[in-house]
């Protein structure tokens, strides 16, 4: 199987953090900032919809609402590029075909994770720091509050068309996409990329059989 724990806890706190400051429950803002952070602010703000709606909290309908929020956040993420990136130089000995099937595999891969984190998380504070521009790419500052931690976690968006779409999240220095990074590289190393895409295959069919809540 994909090996998680050879990148170690860090990557583990990425998803934490990044379950966190999307499930905001209550926030406060040091710096309104400018489009990119209103961009990371309003899906957020979809979000908290989402887990509010008292209709999709009824028995039988768990699995619309996971998929809503898969689809929210989906819709901020720019699982291409996100994708581009983690695979380092592999990325450029592929097919439009196979890198097609790549991202689709990492998409599965990252928001299956977040999305069991944000579903049973709550408590926190978002505290939406300051936004650093530089041509079409943004990072956005905050800090997640609890009664007992902080945690800085920085958004980086890339402006398309003048849609603002995260391609990383750095959780306490720690960047989400380098982490997976250095777990793909070292596989592809060691065995192959046939070697690496089979073990995200079988993550993907393994997340099909689970069983859904009722």
Same mark, same amino acid.
């Given at each position: 199987?994909?090996?998680?724990?050879?990148?170690?806890?860090?990557?583990?706190?990425?998803?934490?953090?990044?379950?966190?400051?999307?499930?905001?429950?209550?926030?406060?803002?040091?710096?309104?900032?400018?489009?990119?952070?209103?961009?990371?602010?309003?899906?957020?703000?979809?979000?908290?919809?989402?887990?509010?709606?008292?209709?999709?909290?009824?028995?039988?309908?768990?699995?619309?609402?996971? &998929?809503?929020?898969?689809? %929210?956040?989906? !819709?901020?993420?720019?699982?291409?590029?996100?994708?581009?990136?983690?695979?380092?130089?592999?990325?450029?000995?592929?097919? !439009?075909?196979?890198?097609?099937?790549?991202? /689709?595999?990492?998409?599965?891969?990252?928001?299956?994770?977040?999305?069991?984190?944000?579903?049973?998380?709550?408590?926190?504070?978002?505290?939406?720091?300051?936004?650093?521009?530089?041509?079409?790419?943004?990072? %956005?500052?905050?800090? %997640?509050?609890?009664?007992?931690?902080?945690?800085?976690?920085?958004?980086?968006?890339?402006?398309?068309?003048? !849609?603002? &779409?995260?391609?990383?999240?750095?959780? /306490?220095?720690?960047?989400?996409?380098?982490?997976? &990074?250095?777990?793909?590289?070292?596989?592809? &190393?060691?065995?192959?990329?046939?070697?690496?895409?089979?073990?995200?295959?079988?993550?993907?069919?393994?997340?099909?059989?689970?069983?859904?809540?009722?």
């Amino acid at each position: 199987m994909l090996d998680v724990r050879s990148a170690g806890r860090t990557l583990l706190a990425c998803i934490r953090g990044l379950a966190a400051v999307i499930l905001l429950v209550g926030g406060a803002s040091a710096d309104p900032g400018g489009a990119a952070t209103e961009a990371v602010r309003s899906t957020i703000n979809e979000v908290i919809r989402v887990l509010k709606d008292a209709e999709l909290k009824k028995p039988g309908r768990a699995e619309e609402r996971r &998929r809503l929020l898969e689809k %929210v956040i989906g !819709d901020r993420f720019n699982y291409e590029e996100m994708a581009r990136r983690a695979l380092g130089a592999q990325w450029n000995k592929l097919s !439009d075909k196979e890198r097609q099937e790549f991202v /689709d595999l990492f998409k599965g891969l990252l928001s299956g994770t977040y999305t069991d984190k944000i579903e049973g998380y709550s408590g926190e504070q978002v505290h939406y720091l300051n936004e650093r521009l530089e041509a079409d790419y943004a990072e %956005v500052r905050t800090k %997640v509050a609890s009664d007992k931690t902080e945690i800085p976690l920085d958004y980086r968006l890339l402006n398309k068309s003048g !849609d603002w &779409r995260v391609y990383d999240v750095v959780v /306490d220095g720690v960047s989400l996409v380098n982490n997976y &990074r250095s777990q793909f590289t070292k596989i592809i &190393r060691e065995s192959s990329y046939a070697d690496l895409l089979e073990k995200l295959r079988e993550k993907s069919k393994k997340k099909s059989e689970q069983p859904q809540a009722p």
